[in-house]
């Protein structure tokens, strides 16, 4: 299984301030055929499933506020929030899905300072 | 817009199967070519994808479960369903299912329901 690592645990950001999270694949997730990462990053607020932010890497899902990027390529990859706001506080997750089974990191719980 | 809502039983005794089922609406669940999938969260823990399901019926499994679970899919109730067979107190978690395209992967999710595995 590819195992994916997230740094840090959490992280506390001010309002309007860069906060950025790092995840770590143990093998690439670059498709070569396609040039693409098959990398996704999901926010999770409290009692509420995880809303899928970034896929491809760093393609915005629809209606993701552009305050959210993502980059990277192969094995490490970055969500940066550019701006931070108050609505932006929950967990965040990356996931492969280079094969099957799909994994998850282990989450980033982002709190404002 | 497509929506999932995840139903069944709130608590299950150890050693039996935890059945869920996943109603798809807004859009048939024949449409398109998608997996529907279920993914599990024990509280205060990570996201730990069980498998799914096509709709020609294929399924793909998590090595760690496959042994104890199955997805299938009843395209003529637009529902897809989970059984996991013999469970413990580690069972216990919110169960989603989900979408899956090839593209956007996990792009659509149910609520999530808890299932406590309990005497």
């Known amino acids: 299984d590819i195992v994916m690592t997230q740094s840090p645990d959490s992280l506390a950001v001010s309002l309007g301030e860069r906060a950025t999270i790092n995840c770590k694949s143990s093998q690439s997730v670059l498709y070569n055929s396609n040039n693409k990462n098959y990398l996704a990053w999901y926010q999770q607020k409290p009692g509420q499933p995880p809303k899928l932010l970034i896929y491809?890497?760093?393609t915005r899902e629809s209606g993701v506020p552009d305050r959210f990027s993502g980059g990277g390529s192969g094995t490490d990859f970055t969500l940066t929030i550019s701006s931070l706001q108050a609505a932006d506080v929950g967990v965040y997750f990356c996931q492969h899905y280079y094969g099957t089974p799909r994994t998850f990191g282990q989450g980033t719980k982002v709190e404002i300072k | 817009q497509v929506q999932l809502q995840e139903s069944g039983p709130g608590l299950v005794k150890p050693s039996q199967t935890l059945s869920l089922t996943c109603t798809v609406s807004?859009?048939?669940?024949?449409?398109?070519?998608?997996?529907w999938s279920w993914i599990r969260q024990p509280a205060g823990k990570e996201l730990e994808w069980i498998g799914r399901?096509?709709?020609?019926?294929?399924?793909n499994y998590n090595p760690s479960l496959k042994s104890r679970v199955t997805i299938s899919i009843d395209t003529s109730k637009n529902q897809f369903s989970l059984d996991l067979t013999s469970v413990t107190a580690a069972d216990t978690a919110v169960y989603y299912c989900a979408r899956e395209s090839a593209v956007t992967t996990l792009d659509c999710w149910g609520q999530g329901t808890l299932v406590t595995v309990s005497s």
């Open positions: 807004g859009g048939s669940i024949s449409g398109g070519s998608y997996y």
């Open positions: 399901v096509h709709t020609t019926g294929s399924s």
């Open positions: 491809w890497a760093s």
